[in-house]
């Protein structure tokens, strides 16, 4: 068990709609990283934040928005959703933000567009 | 786009054999992690070798590290059953986001 808690494990949603997928990171972790994992494209990273801020973004697209509580947790929301947003979407967490940080993930969330 | 990538992309290996895989990358890396995903889960952390390391050992892992071809191997020891899972490397360059490669997915045979 690697700490981090995705909720929910399974979304099952139609074309246009909008989602949202929560992730509460490792106890005394402050940075929490979204990733989305694809047949097609692979393991992508979208967002990171750090302690509410955030920090870096990857291949995120603008239908895409995430934001960092102050209790740490955080949330993806993805709106307008295509047929090809269908994929696996991971949080991890780290303790801190830079390099050599080992990152830990959650079982992820199964979104599927019908 | 991924920086790494792994090779081979499947493996199928008797239990109690080694398995080794290997990681290419194009840019220059601060450190480069392996990580292991069973069907359906998340990635776990295995290993973590900085730039200025050359090998590093965790248990039945050893990892090496070739900065200067940009690559990397994962060795697994004397595998079981358990080890069956997608492995990945995962690199960072300047700007510390992690990209990870395709996956080598490794089937231990009983």
């Known amino acids: 068990d690697s700490g981090v808690t995705q909720t929910p494990k399974h979304l099952i949603t139609a074309t246009g709609q909008r989602v949202t997928l929560r992730c509460s990171p490792r106890?005394?972790?402050?940075?929490v990283y979204w990733y989305q994992q694809s047949l097609d494209q692979g393991l992508q990273f979208l967002i990171q934040?750090?302690?509410?801020?955030?920090?870096a973004k990857g291949n995120i697209l603008e239908r895409f928005s995430a934001q960092q509580f102050p209790d740490l947790h955080s949330e993806l929301n993805l709106s307008s959703l295509e047929l090809g947003d269908s994929a696996l979407y991971f949080c991890?967490?780290?303790?801190?933000?830079?390099?050599?940080?080992?990152?830990?993930f959650g079982d992820g969330t199964r979104l599927s567009i019908l | 786009s991924q920086q790494g990538e792994e090779d081979p992309q499947a493996l199928s290996i008797q239990e109690g054999e080694n398995a080794t895989m290997n990681c290419s990358y194009k840019?220059?890396?601060?450190?480069l992690q392996w990580y292991r995903q069973n069907s359906g889960r998340g990635l776990v952390h295995l290993i973590l070798?900085?730039?200025?390391?050359r090998e590093k050992h965790s248990g039945r892992l050893r990892v090496t590290l070739d900065t200067s071809k940009k690559s990397s191997s994962l060795l697994i020891t004397a595998s079981r059953a358990a080890d069956t899972a997608s492995y990945f490397c995962?690199?960072?360059?300047?700007?510390?986001?992690?990209?990870f490669g395709a996956g080598t997915t490794v089937t231990v045979r009983a």
């Open positions: 991890a967490s780290s303790v801190s933000w830079g390099p050599n940080q080992p990152q830990h």
């Open positions: 106890s005394g972790d402050l940075s």
């Open positions: 934040y750090y302690n509410g801020e955030e920090r």
């Open positions: 840019t220059s890396i601060n450190n």
């Open positions: 070798i900085r730039s200025n390391e």
């Open positions: 995962a690199t960072d360059g300047n700007d510390y986001k992690l990209s």
